[in-house]
């Protein structure tokens, strides 16, 4: 990865954006995170390489941010089922 003007930001402080990322998720969420998880993982090892591939990280990205979009607008929707399954001795 070149350091062009066009880069927002150096890969170190990618790869500590990814480390922050991942910290937050292992501490509050487990199974429903593990493939966002993972895309930030794959992420953070490719950045911190000396030679990263821009364009595999611009993919792994790309993918990690479809399903954080995804998992924000059901958020409310699964927040909802789990106090409806609460109310009626389900959970």
Known sequence: MTND???PAPP???VD?????LKAIDDDYTEEMRELRALFEEARLEA???EPNGQKLKALLADAN???RTFAGL????QGVQRV??????L
């Open 48 to 50: 911190a390489k000396d």
């Open 75 to 78: 958020d409310p929707v699964w």
């Open 85 to 90: 399954a609460r109310m009626v001795g389900f």
């Open 66 to 68: 479809e399903m954080v």
């Open 12 to 14: 170190s402080d990618l």
């Open 17 to 21: 954006a990814l480390a922050t990322s």
């Open 5 to 7: 003007p066009k880069s």
